[in-house]
């Protein structure tokens, strides 16, 4: 990756949010024994003039981030060992390396999608090699759909991305993509009402003033948005893996959260199957 700029970036809202993330895989990467191992989020972030430090992230909350990728990125892996010809979609990318740190078989073709200026920083950083191509526009805009090929199944993740959107964009945009693909599987990670409720907690999102507007109150609620869509898993995200590498303080809550319903759902990662 060739990456030899400093870029100063004022981002405000939902879009520095992508600085959070950043910053919780750069962190993580620098541990011992990291969860996720993005080397070139560290990379990246020493180039950017942004004073991290806003975000107030403790241990957990960047380990928790790196837990968050290292699952989608795994479904991401098995989604494209069973489909290497499929069509990425990484809805809300940010600054995420993702395209890169799975090595995708050579038949896949991926595209990255955030706001346009997000995109035009993204593309000052990241190479953009064969197979691979970055989309600069809000994705309620359903005209970026039309620049894709539609003619093999999909992969579209979204992470970190939907609870900033409203639900008839997510409905509009859930629809129109399962109208043009033949199929394809949906993954991507979402909040409860109670977890609307906690963000005034959640110390990243508020630095930056960001809201949090969508909320799922049941994983089958999408299937009947669309019958063409199923729920193939749900994974509350206080059950990921890694929870033993947390601070014991961490630790602790996460155990006592598993105990509790509500809260052990208050965060969750979801795949999808779609048929057209
Ligand atoms: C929490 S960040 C996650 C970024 C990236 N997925 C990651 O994990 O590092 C949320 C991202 O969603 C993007 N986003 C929010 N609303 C969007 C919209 N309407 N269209 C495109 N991108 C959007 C933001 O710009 C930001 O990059």
Redesign the pocket.
Known sequence: MSVDKHFTVQ?TG??A??L???YG?AHDSMADDPILGDTAAADLMSRIDYDFDRFRMRRGETLS?AMR?RQLDQWAREFLTSRPDATVL???????SRAFRLGPPPGVRWFD???PD?IDVRRALYPSPEGYRMIG????DPRWLEEIPADRPALVIA???LM??SESDIRNLFSEIVDRFPSGRLIFDAISPLGTRLQRFTRPVQAVGATFTWALDDPHRIEQWDPRIRLVTALPAADLPGVEKLPWDVRLAVRAMRLIPPLRWAGVLLRYDFTR
Not at 90 to 96: M, N, P, Q
Request: contains cysteine; glycine residues 10%.
């Open positions: 981002f939902e879009k949010t992508l959070a993330t950043l895989r981030v990728a990484y809805l809300g990318c940010g600054l995420d999608l955030d706001y997000v526009s809000s994705v309620t992470e970190g991305l900033y959107l």
